[in-house]
């Protein structure tokens, strides 16, 4: 098993373009969720996903879509990067009674200019 | 609402001695509590995790106490080493409906001097 993969581990943009942070598990976990972190700031939880088909809101969503069409997908949308969304992104999974808290990818430093 | 913080933002200890890294905890409704470990440049990595029906929980060095009375959580680590130099947080789990939330703290840096 591979775990949590995150693409790309580095990116640079600029002010306005648009992206997409993959994250895929191949652990056939139900739940999903995307933190950004920041210094000082610990992690802070974007959006997250209970199962294919369903996502919700986590404490800092503005600025973020995402989608669950499958199982094992979760990508992350920056539809319009702005600098405040410089960050480290990281995506998790867990299963529905996680007993081992929450698997984490190797993270994402997205730099916007 | 809910909030998760750490009392000591670093902690700095000689090789061999314990380490205790503290965490409140504000929501009554949490149910699960999980420490993490942090490497730089690495994503947090599970260390230990304690039920909110339990008061304590031993691993492998370490030791997580829960006090639901005061809503404080300790990670204690026996015998400190250069490898446990890392952030370390604390994360309360909340489930409501069906959904569940994993809450973190801000982090506590532990710096283990040789």
């Known amino acids: 098993n591979a775990g949590v993969t995150q693409t790309p581990k580095f990116q640079v943009l600029k002010t306005g373009q648009s992206m997409t942070l993959q994250c895929a598990q191949d652990?056939?976990?139900?739940?999903m969720s995307w933190y950004r972190q920041d210094p000082g700031m610990g992690l802070r939880l974007i959006h997250y996903?209970?199962?294919?088909?369903?996502?919700d809101q986590g404490e800092v969503p503005n600025g973020y879509n995402v989608s669950r069409s499958t199982t094992e997908d979760f990508p992350l949308r920056l539809l319009s990067a702005a600098p405040s969304q410089t960050s480290v992104y990281f995506c998790?999974?867990?299963?529905?009674?996680?007993?081992?808290?929450?698997?984490f990818g190797s993270g994402t430093r997205l730099t916007v200019v | 609402g809910e909030s998760v913080g750490l009392h000591l933002p670093t902690l700095s200890v000689q090789e061999g001695d314990n380490s205790i890294i503290n965490c409140a905890y504000s929501n009554s409704a949490s149910d699960y509590f999980i420490w993490y470990k942090q490497e730089s440049g690495k994503g947090p990595q599970f260390i230990i995790d304690?039920?909110?029906?339990?008061d304590k929980r031993q691993g492998q060095r370490v030791t997580v106490l829960l006090n639901k009375t005061v809503k404080h959580l300790s990670l204690q680590i026996a015998a400190t080493q250069p490898g446990d130099s890392a952030v370390y947080f604390c994360?309360?789990?909340?489930?409501?409906?069906?959904?569940?939330?994993?809450?973190f703290g801000k982090g506590t840096k532990l710096t283990v001097n040789p």
């Open positions: 652990m056939n976990h139900e739940y």
């Open positions: 994360a309360e789990k909340i489930t409501q409906g069906g959904s569940e939330k994993l809450v």
């Open positions: 304690i039920r909110s029906n339990m």
């Open positions: 998790a999974s867990s299963r529905r009674t996680a007993r081992n808290g929450y698997t």
């Open positions: 996903s209970v199962g294919a088909g369903i996502t």
